[in-house]
């Protein structure tokens, strides 16, 4: 029974594949810290990772297909689709990034508004406010 119980993980761990390759810039520069996202196309499922200090990255995945996407900061985003790993396969993806321009990010969150647009009237908190200025400024 444990001889089955060991044979279940070791059968499971040999179909896998792997996605590997390099990242670098347009000059052929590898890119270290390169952030790498692989998505099953059939189940949405994700793996993420970075590229080492020579630019390297090894994902092992299941038999799938899979979109390799490759991303670093100051560079354009490239995918790669439909990549196929097969059992027990190894499938090279390299990428080449063209320097790109950096990008803002806003984020909008609600928030109470600071002006009442449904009415033309000062509160009387704000009047009287207005009224001890203009005393003061006279």
Known sequence: MALLLFSIPSYAQGNLGAITGTVQDATGAVLPDAAITITRL?????????????GYYRVPLPPGTFKVQAEKTGFKTDIANQIIVP???VVTVDFKLQVGNVTERVEVTSAAPLLQTSTAEVSSADARGIRNLARRVR
Request: aromatic content about 6%; overall charge neutral; proline content about 0%.
């Open 42 to 54: 059939d189940t949405g499922v994700k793996w993420t990772a970075k590229t080492s200090s020579a």
């Open 87 to 89: 059992v027990e396969q």
